[in-house]
């Protein structure tokens, strides 16, 4: 890349993740790299099973460490991730970096309250009193605009709808005030007047605590809302990146103009949806050549046998497709044969 | 003229089906005021001590060769509906007409026929579909059971997996497992035709796949449906889908039909507050366009206790002490292909401060596609 000072938020460099079991090896991740900028909001795009939440998983070292195979580089804020053992580990989970989930029971504990988990949770970071740790826990409450704050302190999660409650795992994720929060589809269950709330919020807090934020999803609309930038995952290898403008408005990778093409809007009524053919690859036996070639309609004979190259196509703008050109070529750059 | 464009959706619709009873102007469907209320108990004595308005009084009309959007947010009774209009659960109270025969009434269309006519799609590919069944027999139990011959069953189910774009060679003989989600769906599916129904009820029937098999699958029941003649109720909470493949839509809110009417107005033209937060609430796929504002504030509230009044009061930036004090009704006088909203601000004299002038505006521009013939 670039020449950068400045020590990026998060450094991903060839991260493979491969779940080896006695049948079969499931190659999840492959090759992933990636950049965050501190304050910058990161958004992982693909469909099922293109490997997002065992990349932010591996990030976070909540793999399980026997069955997950994993190589490569991972450095947030200047630390080795993979390295961290014991006390350094768990102050780095929940400290500098926070994790937020679809489904909030998964972090909140329901045999305690709200405002207890929140408050213990502050404890064991900076060593204040439980009493401290509440007095935090209302301030974040209020911050992610639960409203009656106050009340909600002593409510146990199931007493929460769905709304407060994934405010109130945001509240957890930020008690300790990370520098990188990695949100996997915190918003795709709830309802589209909820989602909208949520994703506000998340973008206000993100602004005004200035964190750096991995979003994954696999709504294109979810990222126009929320991203700076965007990495396009498919068959576990991030296809294409760019600023969200760049991806969304001018793709280039034949993958990413599909899935924007086969995105439903109103005004498509009464005509086919330019689906892609076909669905993805087993992960157990990747094809030998670019994972999208049995889909893609401008695939040749190369695209099958061999693995496509990153394209470099701009500043952190890159596809990997033999058929984009790189970047000198700047205007038309990558257009793909029509 | 948006009724002709909704028009055009259907136009290879063949209009002669044979297994028409009422004629071509009887709806397909008519629901009159469909209740479930299902109780909750509690205490020793496991007495109810409260109940769940899943559907609280909800009529509309299907009309032949129609696809009916539902709309609305978890929990409203989408799910609760359909399994009404299938008679998977009993109605509390309510009535519902099929090709103008009332159906479980004496002198009427038996459930179990009615359900032959009527086949159902749901979210859950998976569990719908037998584990231990090649996906070929699955489909042509249906009709196995209804007195087939398995030779003749089979056929059929082979030629509808050809029809759902699955080759019957490669993928008949698989279990449900060897398939992908949207294999899984287009099973289901076929299955669901196997018996030649006259209306499908697709029940967030795309829901769980990814966005590229899920264009597949639209573009495939748009497919079936003209090949097929068919009439579908289509219930999802993706608004893009529902104002793709619909031609009129009906939105619900707490258990009640609080608009309903033609997509392009609906969706252009929105009444009701809560239809116009719902849509407002869409993410733009363009980054530039980003909503900076929350349409609505708070979740929507339990159905257990809903709201006195008109239930969305709570959430309504224009609500009044009419709306707390009265519930609206939702005006059945529209005629099948009106635009109908159940909300104080659009009955003249009710009362709101906002009344005249809504109703008023009302009158003005409403469409004369509306009046039948
Ligand atoms: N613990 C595990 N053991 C074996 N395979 C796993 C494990 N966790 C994930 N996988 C596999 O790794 C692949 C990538 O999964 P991942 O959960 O990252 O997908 P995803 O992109 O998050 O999809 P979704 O959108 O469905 O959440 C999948 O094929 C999945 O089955
Ligand atoms: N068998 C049941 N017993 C008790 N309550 C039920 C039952 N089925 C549904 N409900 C309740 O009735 C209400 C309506 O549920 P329903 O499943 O119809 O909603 P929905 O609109 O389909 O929601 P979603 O979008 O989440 O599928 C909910 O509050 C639900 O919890
Ligand atoms: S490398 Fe070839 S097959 Fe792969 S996406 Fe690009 S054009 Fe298609
Ligand atoms: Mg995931
Ligand atoms: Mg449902």
Request: hydrophobic share 40%.
């Given at each position: 890349?670039?020449?950068?000072?400045?020590?990026?938020?998060?450094?991903?460099?060839?991260?493979?993740?491969?779940?080896?079991?006695?049948?079969?090896?499931?190659?999840?991740?492959?090759?992933?790299?990636?950049?965050?900028?501190?304050?910058?909001?990161?958004?992982?795009?693909?469909?099922?099973?293109?490997?997002?939440?065992?990349?932010?998983?591996?990030?976070?070292?909540?793999?399980?460490?026997?069955?997950?195979?994993?190589?490569?580089?991972?450095?947030?804020?200047?630390?080795?991730?993979?390295?961290?053992?014991?006390?350094?580990?768990?102050?780095?989970?929940?400290?500098?970096?926070?994790?937020?989930?679809?489904?909030?029971?998964?972090?909140?504990?329901?045999?305690?309250?709200?405002?207890?988990?929140?408050?213990?949770?502050?404890?064991?970071?900076?060593?204040?009193?439980?009493?401290?740790?509440?007095?935090?826990?209302?301030?974040?409450?209020?911050?992610?605009?639960?409203?009656?704050?106050?009340?909600?302190?002593?409510?146990?999660?199931?007493?929460?709808?769905?709304?407060?409650?994934?405010?109130?795992?945001?509240?957890?994720?930020?008690?300790?005030?990370?520098?990188?929060?990695?949100?996997?589809?915190?918003?795709?269950?709830?309802?589209?007047?909820?989602?909208?709330?949520?994703?506000?919020?998340?973008?206000?807090?993100?602004?005004?605590?200035?964190?750096?934020?991995?979003?994954?999803?696999?709504?294109?609309?979810?990222?126009?809302?929320?991203?700076?930038?965007?990495?396009?995952?498919?068959?576990?290898?991030?296809?294409?990146?760019?600023?969200?403008?760049?991806?969304?408005?001018?793709?280039?990778?034949?993958?990413?103009?599909?899935?924007?093409?086969?995105?439903?809007?109103?005004?498509?009524?009464?005509?086919?949806?330019?689906?892609?053919?076909g669905s993805p690859p087993d992960l157990r036996?990747?094809?030998?050549?670019?994972?999208?070639?049995?889909?893609?309609?401008?695939?040749?004979?190369?695209?099958?046998?061999?693995?496509?190259?990153?394209?470099?196509?701009?500043?952190?703008?890159?596809?990997?497709?033999?058929?984009?050109?790189?970047?000198?070529?700047?205007?038309?750059?990558?257009?793909?044969?029509? | 003229?948006?009724?002709?464009?909704?028009?055009?959706?259907?136009?290879?619709?063949?209009?002669?089906?044979?297994?028409?009873?009422?004629?071509?102007?009887?709806?397909?469907?008519?629901?009159?005021?469909?209740?479930?209320?299902?109780?909750?108990?509690?205490?020793?004595?496991?007495?109810?001590?409260?109940?769940?308005?899943?559907?609280?009084?909800?009529?509309?009309?299907?009309?032949?060769?129609?696809?009916?959007?539902?709309?609305?947010?978890?929990?409203?009774?989408?799910?609760?509906?359909?399994?009404?209009?299938?008679?998977?659960?009993?109605?509390?109270?309510?009535?519902?007409?099929?090709?103008?025969?009332?159906?479980?009434?004496?002198?009427?269309?038996e459930v179990r026929d009615m359900r032959r006519?009527?086949?159902?799609?749901?979210?859950?590919?998976?569990?719908?579909?037998?584990?231990?069944?090649?996906?070929?027999?699955?489909?042509?139990?249906?009709?196995?059971?209804?007195?087939?011959?398995?030779?003749?069953?089979?056929?059929?189910?082979?030629?509808?997996?050809?029809?759902?774009?699955?080759?019957?060679?490669?993928?008949?003989?698989?279990?449900?497992?060897?398939?992908?989600?949207?294999?899984?769906?287009?099973?289901?599916?076929?299955?669901?035709?196997?018996?030649?129904?006259?209306?499908?009820?697709?029940?967030?029937?795309?829901?769980?796949?990814?966005?590229?098999?899920?264009?597949?699958?639209?573009?495939?029941?748009?497919?079936?449906?003209?090949?097929?003649?068919?009439?579908?109720?289509?219930?999802?909470?993706?608004?893009?889908?529902?104002?793709?493949?619909?031609?009129?839509?009906?939105?619900?809110?707490?258990?009640?039909v609080v608009e309903i009417g033609p997509v392009?107005?609906?969706?252009?033209?929105?009444?009701?507050?809560?239809?116009?937060?719902?849509?407002?609430?869409?993410?733009?796929?363009?980054?530039?366009?980003?909503?900076?504002?929350?349409?609505?504030?708070?979740?929507?509230?339990?159905?257990?206790?809903?709201?006195?009044?008109?239930?969305?009061?709570?959430?309504?930036?224009?609500?009044?002490?009419?709306?707390?004090?009265?519930?609206?009704?939702?005006?059945?006088?529209?005629?099948?292909?009106?635009?109908?909203?159940?909300?104080?601000?659009?009955?003249?004299?009710?009362?709101?401060?906002?009344?005249?002038?809504?109703?008023?505006?009302?009158?003005?521009?409403?469409?004369?596609?509306?009046?039948?013939?």
């Amino acid at each position: 890349m670039t020449t950068e000072t400045k020590t990026p938020l998060v450094s991903v460099r060839d991260l493979n993740v491969k779940f080896v079991s006695r049948e079969a090896t499931v190659n999840a991740v492959n090759d992933v790299s990636l950049t965050v900028q501190h304050g910058e909001v990161l958004c992982i795009i693909g469909e099922s099973g293109s490997g997002k939440s065992v990349s932010m998983r591996a990030l976070m070292r909540l793999l399980p460490e026997r069955r997950a195979v994993i190589s490569g580089k991972l450095a947030v804020d200047g630390q080795d991730v993979l390295a961290l053992k014991g006390k350094e580990l768990a102050a780095f989970r929940g400290g500098e970096a926070a994790m937020i989930f679809q489904e909030p029971m998964t972090a909140l504990d329901p045999v305690y309250t709200v405002g207890h988990q929140i408050a213990e949770t502050v404890r064991r970071h900076t060593g204040c009193s439980f009493e401290e740790g509440l007095a935090r826990a209302l301030e974040l409450l209020e911050l992610v605009k639960v409203p009656s704050a106050k009340r909600r302190l002593n409510a146990f999660p199931h007493e929460l709808s769905g709304g407060l409650r994934q405010r109130a795992m945001i509240a957890l994720a930020l008690s300790c005030r990370p520098k990188l929060l990695l949100a996997d589809e915190p918003t795709t269950a709830l309802d589209a007047t909820v989602q909208i709330q949520v994703l506000i919020l998340m973008r206000k807090l993100q602004q005004e605590l200035g964190m750096g934020m991995i979003f994954v999803t696999h709504d294109l609309g979810v990222a126009a809302e929320i991203a700076d930038r965007v990495a396009v995952m498919y068959a576990g290898r991030i296809v294409e990146t760019g600023t969200v403008q760049e991806v969304l408005t001018d793709p280039k990778h034949p993958y990413t103009k599909g899935m924007l093409s086969s995105t439903v809007h109103g005004n498509m009524r009464g005509q086919d949806i330019e689906a892609i053919p076909g669905s993805p690859p087993d992960l157990r036996a990747l094809p030998t050549g670019c994972s999208f070639g049995p889909r893609c309609a401008f695939a040749d004979s190369h695209c099958l046998e061999q693995l496509p190259p990153e394209v470099m196509l701009g500043n952190d703008r890159l596809a990997r497709c033999f058929k984009v050109d790189a970047a000198p070529a700047a205007a038309d750059a990558g257009s793909v044969p029509a | 003229m948006d009724m002709t464009e909704t028009k055009s959706a259907l136009s290879s619709v063949s209009a002669d089906d044979a297994r028409d009873r009422g004629g071509k102007a009887q709806p397909m469907l008519i629901a009159r005021g469909l209740q479930k209320h299902f109780p909750i108990t509690g205490g020793i004595l496991n007495r109810t001590v409260a109940r769940i308005r899943a559907v609280d009084g909800v009529s509309f009309t299907v009309m032949k060769g129609e696809t009916l959007g539902v709309v609305g947010e978890s929990g409203c009774g989408k799910s609760t509906l359909a399994r009404l209009l299938m008679h998977l659960i009993p109605p509390d109270s309510g009535e519902l007409i099929f090709d103008g025969e009332a159906v479980a009434a004496k002198d009427g269309l038996e459930v179990r026929d009615m359900r032959r006519l009527m086949q159902m799609v749901f979210q859950d590919s998976y569990s719908s579909l037998n584990p231990r069944m090649p996906v070929e027999d699955s489909i042509a139990y249906g009709q196995i059971v209804h007195g087939a011959s398995n030779e003749a069953a089979k056929q059929a189910a082979r030629a509808l997996m050809e029809k759902v774009g699955l080759d019957p060679n490669l993928f008949g003989p698989r279990y449900p497992h060897e398939l992908s989600g949207g294999q899984k769906q287009r099973i289901n599916i076929a299955r669901a035709l196997v018996l030649e129904p006259r209306v499908v009820i697709l029940d967030e029937a795309v829901s769980a796949l990814d966005k590229s098999v899920e264009a597949q699958v639209l573009n495939l029941l748009r497919y079936l449906k003209d090949v097929f003649n068919l009439t579908y109720v289509f219930i999802s909470h993706d608004l893009n889908v529902v104002q793709y493949v619909s031609d009129r839509v009906l939105v619900m809110y707490l258990g009640e039909v609080v608009e309903i009417g033609p997509v392009d107005k609906i969706y252009a033209n929105p009444k009701h507050p809560y239809t116009a937060a719902l849509l407002a609430s869409r993410l733009s796929m363009n980054p530039d366009d980003r909503v900076n504002e929350p349409p609505l504030i708070g979740d929507p509230p339990n159905p257990i206790n809903p709201p006195s009044g008109c239930r969305f009061r709570t959430r309504c930036e224009f609500a009044e002490k009419i709306c707390e004090i009265e519930t609206p009704a939702l005006p059945q006088d529209v005629g099948p292909m009106g635009h109908a909203c159940a909300c104080h601000m659009f009955v003249a004299k009710s009362g709101h401060s906002k009344s005249i002038m809504h109703a008023a505006e009302d009158v003005t521009p409403s469409s004369p596609a509306e009046s039948p013939s």
